[in-house]
Structures are given as C-alpha cells and as structure tokens.
C-alpha cells in the first residue's frame, strides 16, 4: 500500500515537472525575444495570438517543417543522440529540486520533490558536467571545422568553470552542514522565512551565478555558439527539431539552474511570513503559495539570464580562461577559508 | 599630438591598466543593465505593420507621374533630357510631330508617341525630374505596384500620364 501510493504521487510529480519545465522553457523562447525587443526598443513578436503568446507553438511547427538534414560525412549514430542528451541533461537537474514544503492529502505528507536524495548538490554537479557531453558529440558528430571549433571551446569552458562553481558551493556547504536540497530549503525559513543563504554566502552567490551563465551557455559566455564567428557553433550542420532541441536544451537549463540559484541563495518555496501563514491558513494552501513564491523567483533569474545577455558582449576566448582560472578560482578558495574561520568563531 | 589634430576628434590611444574596480568587470556590467533596464521601460519606436502608417517625407520619390497642363495637354516634348539624365538607364522614348487637330493633346509640336520607364531599372533619384525643361515628369509619394512578370514591371504612357479626372498633386516636389 505505502510503495503503491509512493509511486503515484512520484509519477504524478514527475510528470508535473516535467511539463511546467518544457512549458516554461517555451515560453522562455517566447520571453527571450520580447525581452530582447523591449532593451532595443522594439515591441517583439506580436501577430501570433494575443501580445503574439501563440509565438512558441508557431516556432514548434516552423521547426517540425522544416528538413532534416544530416550531413554525409557525419557520423549518424552520434549526430542523432547528441540533442536528446543535452535535453536529457538539462531536464534531469530538475528531479532534486524542492518545489515546495509538503502538501497533505488523507493524512499523508508528500513533500513536492522528485526525489530527495542526501546527497542532492553533489547530484547537481555531476548532471551538470555531464551537460558538455550534448555539445561535444554534437560538434564531434557533425564533421564540421566549425562546430569542432564551438565544441572544442564548450568543453573547456564548461571544464574550467565547474571548479569554481563546486568550489562555491561548497563554502555553501560549510554553512548549510547538508547536501540534501529539501534540507538546505527547510533551513532557510528561519526568522519568519528571511534566513536565506545570501546572507551568508553573497560572494558564494556571484560566483556561483558567474558560473552558472557559463554552464548554460549564456552571453557573457556564450562562445560555444557565437554566431558572429563560428557560424553557430557545435550545432551549424543541425536543422530541423534536432536543432530546436539544442536550442530548447539550453532555456530548459536556464530555467533549472534559476530554480537551484533560488533555492540554495534565495530561500526556495520560503517567503518573509511563511510561518506565521502556516499558523493562520490551511497547511496545503500556504506550500501551493510557496511553490508560486518559488516560480516568481525563478522567472527573475531567467529574466536576469535574458537581461544580462542582451546588456554585454561575449568575452573573448583568452579573457574566458583568465577570468574562470586567474580570478574566480582564487576568489571561490579565499571564501571557502573565511566561510571556515568564521564558521569556526561563531559556530553557526 | 592631439594639438595639431584638424578636425579636433584625434584621440590619443592608451594601454594604461585597467583600476581594480575595472578589473571587477561587475560594477561595469551594473551600470550597463541600469541602460538596458531604462531602455527596456522607455518609449517603443515600432510601427506595427498594418496598424500604425509611416508619414512619408514631403519629397519622397516614388512612382513617376507625366504631367499635363492647365487645358490638360501633355507637356512632355520628347526631348530625351530625362533618358540621357538617368544614371539607370531605365527611360526610353519614341518622338513624333504633332498633327494638326492635336493641338488639345499636346502642348508643343513635338510629343513622346511611346513612353517607358523600367520600374526594375529605376534607383528613384530623381535626376529626371531635375534634368526636364518642362515640367513634365515628376516623382510622386505614389508606390509601384506588385507585378508578376518582368515585363510587366515596364510602364507606359498608360500607366504614367496622369488621367484627367484624376490630377496628380506634385505642389510638395516643386518647392525646392
């Protein structure tokens, strides 16, 4: 009976991630162009449905349409494969992430989370490096200078910033005690819901969104693609929906890694006068409103993804390499030492 | 040095090392999102196709129109002056002598029996309207038409002789 009612409600959670994740990573498309268009004073796409929402479903079929082509040279096998890993990768993040407290339903308590293993960061980080995977065979596959090139550029980059990226985090750790995401989500609604791990970790947190743009692929890091020099980079030779994946991969992982910025530095469902809310009003109601509070966050960090991107230029290739090995690699160590010795002093 | 600089735009290159809150690169970037984030609540320059129309300059030069004069006689002599005038190439003409009985067709002696003016050809510079002695011909604010052949693109006396219950206005193109 319990195992039973377990794999219900996981399955049920499942699939509600799983389609909240590619909706929203749609309609990121959708608000990536209208953002673009506001910063340069344009109005976006407007003729698809109201305010042009039908944009998405439009660019779904345009991409359906469209032939696919696979290059001769390429080799098939990998070609194929490479998209559904990156999209495989970048959905994947998404099963540890807490979504919510816990909603009761006949005197059972299930937490809103895929599954919440001990070792939840850890899980990130390995998924994470598994990301370059998509891209590199894509390039590889291909049997282009080009997307080599952009593959080639990817892999380092995204090598060279999950050193800093696992070293911030793990300062994090040293504060937080737990690797486990529901934990470190249930810690921050201390002070009424206010204690969040900012407080502790705001140089954690720049480093760890620094490296969070790159593991995404974003602008200012967005050399792997760089359309003005490599023509697109690992995915030049891809059409069709194999290219769609690529692209629709990378808004999925946008969207994933705002939900783990909010929930390790921003409180996750955790919002000022949680508590004193869950006194007042049914138990369910309050998590559903952390779960809203949860997804107003992350749409800020997939805005400030968007934000960012359309604001600066790409760094060059060099200045990438002294940037993630010459500065946020020290940076990210000197932390660890300070988060230590004050942990030491005041035993948190 | 920058002293002796004509046209006072010389500026002299420097490598000098970027301060530590340069190196920062984030208060930079800072300062750029404020910019963006201004421009993202700032006024929209779209005009959406469809809805809102562009006013056209008071001498845009589109589609050309052959004039014809107060008793409405053509006022074109074939002279040519447009034709060798067109750095396009796009204008040709047949001459004839005007018969009498023509007087109220034609202005002069002399008229264009055929006129043509390749649209695909035409730039719209309007050197033939500068280059006309009578104030013949004249780019309009009209806009050319959507053909399907090529030859279709030639327009003759038919489509460029203004009709007679249907005036051409050309005020705004004789001001200047």
């Known amino acids: ?348 | 040095m920058a002293e002796y600089s004509l046209s006072n735009r010389k500026v002299m290159v420097s490598n000098k090392e970027m301060t530590f809150t340069e190196k920062l690169y984030l208060p930079a970037i800072l300062k750029g999102m404020g910019v963006t984030l201004n421009h993202f609540f700032g006024k929209k320059v779209t005009f959406i196709h469809g809805k809102d129309i562009r006013n056209y300059s008071s001498t845009y030069r589109g589609l050309h129109v052959l004039k014809r004069d107060d008793e409405g006689r053509e006022r074109c002599v074939a002279c040519g002056l447009c034709a060798v005038a067109c750095p396009a190439e796009a204008i040709t003409m047949v001459a004839a002598e005007r018969q009498p009985g023509e007087e109220h067709l034609y202005r002069e002696e002399k008229y264009a029996a055929i006129y043509e003016i390749n649209m695909l050809r035409c730039i719209f510079c309007g050197l033939c309207e500068q280059a006309c002695p009578k104030e013949a011909i004249y780019l309009t604010d009209r806009l050319v038409d959507v053909e399907l052949t090529r030859k279709d693109f030639i327009y003759g006396k038919d489509k460029l002789v203004e009709k007679m219950d249907d005036r051409i206005d050309i005020s705004n193109r004789q001001h200047h």
């Open chain 1, 1 to 348: 009976m319990g195992l039973e009612a377990l794999l219900i409600e996981k399955t049920i959670i499942v699939v509600i991630v799983f389609i909240v994740t590619l909706t929203i990573a749609a309609y990121s498309t959708y608000g990536e162009r209208k953002v673009a268009a506001f910063i340069q004073d344009r109005i976006g796409p407007n003729k698809a449905g109201p305010y042009g929402l039908m944009q998405p479903l439009a660019d779904g079929i345009k991409m359906l349409m469209k032939e696919d082509f696979v290059p001769q040279q390429a080799n098939k096998f990998l070609f194929h494969i490479a998209p559904g890993l990156s999209m495989l990768t970048a959905l994947m993040v998404s099963a540890v992430i807490p979504w919510g407290k816990t909603i009761i339903i006949g005197g059972r308590s299930i937490p809103i989370q895929v599954t919440d293993i001990n070792i939840g960061i850890l899980y990130v980080l390995s998924v994470v490096s598994l990301g370059v995977y998509g891209v590199m065979i894509g390039g590889w596959a291909s049997n282009n200078k080009y997307s080599l090139m952009g593959a080639l550029r990817a892999s380092s980059q995204m090598i060279s910033y999950e050193l800093p990226m696992g070293l911030s985090l793990i300062a994090l750790l040293m504060v937080t005690g737990t690797m486990s995401f529901s934990e470190i989500a249930a810690q921050q609604s201390g002070w009424n819901g206010m204690q969040w791990n900012i407080i502790y970790q705001p140089i954690g947190f720049v480093l760890f969104l620094i490296c969070a743009f790159a593991e995404a692929n974003r602008t200012p890091f967005d050399l792997p693609e760089c359309e003005a020099e490599l023509v697109g980079g690992y995915h030049t030779e891809y059409s069709s929906m194999k290219l769609g994946f690529f692209l629709f991969a990378e808004y999925a992982h946008m969207f994933v890694s705002s939900a783990i910025i909010s929930t390790l530095y921003f409180g996750g469902y955790n919002f000022p006068g949680i508590n004193t809310l869950y006194e007042m009003l049914p138990h369910n109601i309050v998590t559903l409103i952390g779960v809203g509070v949860l997804m107003i966050k992350t749409l800020f960090f997939i805005f400030l993804f968007m934000w960012v991107r359309w604001t600066i230029p790409r760094f060059r290739y060099d200045q990438l390499m002294n940037l993630g090995w010459k500065r946020l690699v020290p940076i990210a160590i000197a932390n660890i030492i300070i988060t230590a010795g004050v942990v030491l002093l005041f035993d948190k």
